[in-house]
Protein backbone atom coordinates (compact mmCIF):
# COMPACT_ATOMS: atom_id res chain seq x y z
CA UNK A 1 0.00 0.00 0.00
CA UNK A 2 1.32 3.48 -0.99
CA UNK A 3 2.32 5.70 2.31
CA UNK A 4 0.04 8.74 0.61
CA UNK A 5 -2.38 7.92 -2.01
CA UNK A 6 -4.85 10.54 -3.63
CA UNK A 7 -7.12 10.21 -6.28
CA UNK A 8 -5.40 12.24 -9.21
CA UNK A 9 -8.24 13.28 -11.08
CA UNK A 10 -8.43 15.94 -13.28
CA UNK A 11 -12.03 16.91 -11.50
CA UNK A 12 -13.23 19.36 -13.79
CA UNK A 13 -16.35 21.53 -12.33
CA UNK A 14 -17.71 24.73 -13.01
CA UNK A 15 -17.20 27.91 -10.61
CA UNK A 16 -19.61 27.60 -7.50
CA UNK A 17 -19.29 24.02 -7.56
CA UNK A 18 -19.25 22.24 -4.40
CA UNK A 19 -15.65 19.66 -4.91
CA UNK A 20 -14.49 16.81 -2.45
CA UNK A 21 -10.90 15.12 -2.07
CA UNK A 22 -9.90 11.94 -0.79
CA UNK A 23 -6.02 10.62 0.59
CA UNK A 24 -5.86 7.75 2.73
CA UNK A 25 -2.34 7.31 4.56
CA UNK A 26 -0.50 4.22 5.36
CA UNK A 27 1.13 4.48 8.85
CA UNK A 28 -1.11 4.50 11.38
CA UNK A 29 1.25 6.20 13.59
CA UNK A 30 1.20 9.27 11.89
CA UNK A 31 0.66 12.38 14.00
CA UNK A 32 0.07 15.42 11.81
CA UNK A 33 -1.84 15.94 8.27
CA UNK A 34 -1.24 19.01 5.72
CA UNK A 35 -2.91 19.74 2.84
CA UNK A 36 -0.54 21.37 0.74
CA UNK A 37 -1.67 23.64 -2.76
CA UNK A 38 0.81 23.01 -5.48
CA UNK A 39 -0.02 25.79 -8.55
CA UNK A 40 1.92 24.38 -11.96
CA UNK A 41 5.58 24.63 -11.58
CA UNK A 42 5.50 26.04 -8.10
CA UNK A 43 6.37 25.00 -4.75
CA UNK A 44 4.00 23.57 -2.58
CA UNK A 45 2.17 26.33 -0.32
CA UNK A 46 0.29 24.93 3.01
CA UNK A 47 -3.56 24.97 2.71
CA UNK A 48 -4.45 23.88 6.26
CA UNK A 49 -3.31 21.46 8.94
CA UNK A 50 -5.74 18.92 8.95
CA UNK A 51 -7.24 18.14 12.39
CA UNK A 52 -8.91 15.10 14.18
CA UNK A 53 -12.04 17.65 15.11
CA UNK A 54 -12.10 18.25 11.29
CA UNK A 55 -11.86 22.17 11.16
CA UNK A 56 -12.61 24.94 8.62
CA UNK A 57 -10.76 28.03 6.73
CA UNK A 58 -13.46 30.02 4.77
CA UNK A 59 -14.97 27.88 1.81
CA UNK A 60 -12.17 24.78 2.80
CA UNK A 61 -13.13 22.11 5.40
CA UNK A 62 -11.06 19.37 6.45
CA UNK A 63 -11.90 16.55 8.25
CA UNK A 64 -9.56 13.22 9.40
CA UNK A 65 -10.80 9.81 10.37
CA UNK A 66 -8.18 7.87 12.43
CA UNK A 67 -9.58 4.77 12.46
CA UNK A 68 -10.25 4.77 8.77
CA UNK A 69 -6.69 6.75 7.77
CA UNK A 70 -8.76 8.71 5.59
CA UNK A 71 -8.44 12.20 5.09
CA UNK A 72 -10.44 14.83 2.90
CA UNK A 73 -11.10 18.63 1.77
CA UNK A 74 -14.26 19.74 0.73
CA UNK A 75 -13.88 23.18 -0.96
CA UNK A 76 -17.29 24.70 -1.41
CA UNK A 77 -18.44 27.88 -3.86
CA UNK A 78 -15.17 27.10 -6.00
CA UNK A 79 -13.61 29.96 -7.80
CA UNK A 80 -11.25 30.06 -10.89
CA UNK A 81 -7.83 30.89 -8.80
CA UNK A 82 -8.99 27.57 -6.72
CA UNK A 83 -7.72 25.83 -10.11
CA UNK A 84 -4.51 23.97 -8.95
CA UNK A 85 -3.51 20.36 -7.84
CA UNK A 86 -3.85 19.31 -4.06
CA UNK A 87 -1.44 17.23 -2.06
CA UNK A 88 -2.16 15.49 0.68
CA UNK A 89 0.71 15.63 3.08
CA UNK A 90 1.30 13.20 6.09
CA UNK A 91 4.60 13.78 8.81
CA UNK A 92 6.10 10.55 9.51
CA UNK A 93 5.71 9.54 12.95
CA UNK A 94 9.03 11.38 14.13
CA UNK A 95 7.73 14.80 13.04
CA UNK A 96 11.27 14.85 10.69
CA UNK A 97 9.92 14.43 7.22
CA UNK A 98 6.52 15.13 5.31
CA UNK A 99 5.39 12.63 3.00
CA UNK A 100 3.55 13.84 0.01
CA UNK A 101 0.53 12.34 -2.06
CA UNK A 102 0.49 12.29 -5.65
CA UNK A 103 -1.95 15.21 -5.36
CA UNK A 104 -5.18 15.78 -7.24
CA UNK A 105 -5.80 18.40 -10.50
CA UNK A 106 -8.87 21.06 -9.91
CA UNK A 107 -9.65 22.90 -12.80
CA UNK A 108 -12.66 25.50 -11.86
CA UNK A 109 -14.27 26.77 -15.49
CA UNK A 110 -16.27 29.84 -15.95
CA UNK B 1 6.96 38.06 4.82
CA UNK B 2 9.60 36.28 4.98
CA UNK B 3 10.55 33.64 2.55
CA UNK B 4 12.78 30.81 1.58
CA UNK B 5 14.95 31.71 -0.89
CA UNK B 6 16.79 29.32 -3.45
CA UNK B 7 19.53 30.30 -6.29
CA UNK B 8 19.95 29.25 -9.24
CA UNK B 9 16.21 28.82 -10.23
CA UNK B 10 17.59 26.82 -12.89
CA UNK B 11 20.59 24.41 -13.58
CA UNK B 12 22.15 22.91 -16.39
CA UNK B 13 24.69 20.87 -15.71
CA UNK B 14 26.73 17.51 -17.98
CA UNK B 15 26.08 14.15 -16.28
CA UNK B 16 29.21 13.25 -14.01
CA UNK B 17 29.66 17.25 -12.64
CA UNK B 18 29.21 18.32 -9.66
CA UNK B 19 26.33 20.78 -8.25
CA UNK B 20 25.78 22.73 -5.41
CA UNK B 21 21.92 23.95 -5.09
CA UNK B 22 21.56 27.00 -2.28
CA UNK B 23 18.91 27.71 -0.32
CA UNK B 24 18.77 30.89 2.50
CA UNK B 25 15.98 29.04 5.22
CA UNK B 26 14.00 31.82 7.07
CA UNK B 27 16.04 33.63 9.73
CA UNK B 28 14.38 32.01 13.02
CA UNK B 29 13.52 28.61 11.62
CA UNK B 30 15.38 25.49 13.01
CA UNK B 31 14.90 23.07 10.90
CA UNK B 32 15.28 22.56 7.57
CA UNK B 33 15.02 20.34 4.56
CA UNK B 34 15.66 19.07 0.94
CA UNK B 35 12.86 17.96 -1.47
CA UNK B 36 12.85 16.94 -4.97
CA UNK B 37 10.13 16.77 -7.63
CA UNK B 38 10.83 14.82 -10.89
CA UNK B 39 8.21 16.34 -13.81
CA UNK B 40 5.11 14.89 -13.62
CA UNK B 41 5.93 12.97 -10.41
CA UNK B 42 5.07 13.46 -6.56
CA UNK B 43 7.49 15.68 -4.06
CA UNK B 44 9.52 13.00 -2.58
CA UNK B 45 11.99 14.17 0.67
CA UNK B 46 15.16 13.74 0.76
CA UNK B 47 16.88 14.82 3.86
CA UNK B 48 16.02 17.16 7.14
CA UNK B 49 18.58 18.30 8.84
CA UNK B 50 18.12 20.02 12.72
CA UNK B 51 21.46 21.25 15.15
CA UNK B 52 23.82 21.38 12.34
CA UNK B 53 23.32 17.17 11.54
CA UNK B 54 20.46 15.14 9.51
CA UNK B 55 17.87 13.94 11.74
CA UNK B 56 16.16 11.94 8.52
CA UNK B 57 17.18 11.11 5.45
CA UNK B 58 15.69 8.78 2.32
CA UNK B 59 16.86 6.07 0.29
CA UNK B 60 16.94 8.91 -2.26
CA UNK B 61 19.41 10.42 -0.44
CA UNK B 62 22.81 8.32 -0.67
CA UNK B 63 26.34 8.69 -0.83
CA UNK B 64 26.14 11.10 -3.84
CA UNK B 65 24.33 13.60 -1.68
CA UNK B 66 25.32 15.84 0.95
CA UNK B 67 24.32 18.73 2.53
CA UNK B 68 25.55 21.56 4.41
CA UNK B 69 25.12 24.32 6.43
CA UNK B 70 28.43 26.23 5.78
CA UNK B 71 27.03 29.83 7.67
CA UNK B 72 24.30 31.02 9.86
CA UNK B 73 21.82 31.72 6.40
CA UNK B 74 22.92 29.09 3.91
CA UNK B 75 21.84 25.92 3.37
CA UNK B 76 23.15 23.34 0.92
CA UNK B 77 22.87 20.30 -1.29
CA UNK B 78 25.54 18.80 -3.01
CA UNK B 79 25.03 16.39 -5.38
CA UNK B 80 28.80 14.77 -6.40
CA UNK B 81 28.04 12.95 -9.65
CA UNK B 82 25.12 13.87 -11.34
CA UNK B 83 23.23 11.45 -13.13
CA UNK B 84 20.05 11.80 -15.85
CA UNK B 85 17.79 10.44 -13.02
CA UNK B 86 18.79 13.61 -11.08
CA UNK B 87 16.91 15.90 -12.93
CA UNK B 88 14.38 17.22 -11.01
CA UNK B 89 13.00 20.30 -9.33
CA UNK B 90 14.72 20.59 -5.93
CA UNK B 91 12.71 21.99 -3.15
CA UNK B 92 14.30 23.79 0.22
CA UNK B 93 11.58 23.90 2.90
CA UNK B 94 12.21 25.25 6.77
CA UNK B 95 10.17 25.23 9.56
CA UNK B 96 10.35 26.26 13.14
CA UNK B 97 9.66 22.90 14.61
CA UNK B 98 9.70 19.42 13.16
CA UNK B 99 7.06 18.31 11.02
CA UNK B 100 4.09 18.40 13.81
CA UNK B 101 1.34 20.61 13.18
CA UNK B 102 4.00 23.03 12.10
CA UNK B 103 3.96 25.19 8.79
CA UNK B 104 6.72 24.04 6.51
CA UNK B 105 7.42 26.97 4.34
CA UNK B 106 8.81 25.83 0.62
CA UNK B 107 11.26 28.14 -1.42
CA UNK B 108 10.33 28.68 -5.06
CA UNK B 109 12.76 25.64 -6.67
CA UNK B 110 15.64 25.08 -8.54
CA UNK B 111 15.29 23.40 -11.57
CA UNK B 112 17.86 21.14 -12.46
CA UNK B 113 18.73 19.66 -15.49
CA UNK B 114 21.41 16.78 -16.06
CA UNK B 115 22.49 16.63 -19.97
Known amino acids: RKEVEQDPGPFNVPEGATVAFNCTYSNSASQSFFWYRQDCRKEPKLLMS???SGNEDGRFTAQLNRASQYISLLIRDSKLSDSATYLCVVANQAGTALIFGKGTTLSVSS | EPEVTQTPSHQVTQMGQEVILRCVPISNHLYFYWYRQILGQKVEFLVS????????KSEIFDDQFSVERPDGSNFTLKIRSTKLEDSAMYFC?????????????FGQGTRLTVV
Open chain 2, 93 to 105: ASSSRDGSNTEAF
Open chain 2, 49 to 56: FYNNEISE
Open chain 1, 50 to 52: VYS
